[in-house]
């Protein structure tokens, strides 16, 4: 290039966008040309003019910043234009192998243990955030259903308040994959200021969530996987969790029959009555469909 628009070129090389945040005069100043060198400099890479190549310039921008967006939240196992079949067979690859390795790690005594003390506890707190907050409230109404007291919160200041008032009969668990969420760790913190056994949830198990814990049941997901908005986090959360559920329900076997059975009865008239195990029903269309009793 002329030696004016080598000092564009050049400075465009260390400044790829600098043309999104500086008009054509400002470019001028800054590489010591004139407007009408930059207007050169565009035409001479196949652009009408300098508002057509910073144009050009955003679109990349752009496509950058997005790809590197959709790698930090979705991850880089899935890309944008993987077919729907790689797609669905990467996600039961993961969500298969994040099972089974959570599995294969279980302490068992360990969940015995925390079972045991939930069966007998006056009072559970189940805390967790966003995500994680979903897991506490499905623990909490779980538990709740077979006898057990259980409350979940997502609000710092009403879980605070909660785990202010636990004492030893009491069972505290924090919920949160990365370990990292710092309500969280404040609330369950509190619970064992106030004497309760508290147990976290968590993939990470140096984690400060459970640091702070009595003890820690840690699961399995791999790091290619682990994105904010990856689901095979909580099934692996949801399978320690529903462990757990039976273990209790297990221990407290007459209470549970006894409160399960209370609570069908009293739903009873809200559900339809299952006609037979597979009914043929017609569609929209005419054809025959059929349903199974987990259907109706």
């Not at 991850?75 to 993987?82: K, L, N, T, V």
């Not at 202010?164 to 009491?170: E, F, L, M, T, V």
């Not at 699961?219 to 994105?227: A, K, P």
Request: net charge neutral.
């Amino acid at each position: 290039m002329p030696a004016a628009m080598a000092k564009i070129g050049s400075f465009l090389l260390e400044h790829p966008k600098a043309p999104l945040e500086l008009s054509i005069m400002e470019l001028a100043e800054q590489t010591g040309t004139s407007p009408a060198t930059v207007t050169r400099f565009c035409r001479m890479l196949g652009y009408a003019g300098y508002v057509p190549f910073r144009v050009s310039i955003a679109s990349d921008v752009g496509r950058s910043d997005a790809r590197e967006s959709w790698k930090a939240d979705i991850g880089r196992a899935f890309g944008p234009d993987d077919a729907p079949a790689d797609v669905l067979s990467t996600l039961v690859n993961a969500h298969t192998r994040s099972l089974q390795e959570t599995a294969a790690i279980m302490d068992m005594a360990l969940m015995n243990k925390i079972a045991r003390r939930v069966a007998m506890s006056t009072h559970v707190d189940i805390y967790g955030i966003g995500g994680s907050a979903v897991m506490a409230k499905e623990m909490q109404s779980r538990l709740y259903r077979i006898g057990i007291n259980a409350h979940h919160w997502s609000e710092v200041h009403a879980g605070l308040t909660s785990a202010a008032i636990q004492d030893s009969n009491c069972v505290a668990i924090g919920i949160s994959n990365t370990g990292l969420t710092e309500e969280t760790i404040q609330m369950l913190r509190q619970a064992g200021e106030a004497g309760a056994l508290t147990v976290a949830l968590s993939n990470n198990p140096a984690s400060p969530l459970a640091e702070a814990a009595d003890e820690a049941i840690i699961t399995s997901v791999h790091e290619q996987f682990l994105q904010p908005d990856d689901l095979s986090a909580k099934h692996v959360q949801l399978l320690v969790l529903d462990l757990l559920y039976l273990l209790v329900a297990q221990i407290n076997f007459a209470q549970t029959t006894q409160k399960l059975a209370s609570s069908a009865t009293a739903v009873a008239p809200h559900r339809r009555p299952v006609r037979s195990s597979r009914v043929g029903l017609a569609g929209r269309n005419g054809r025959q469909t059929v349903r199974s009793n987990a259907d109706v």
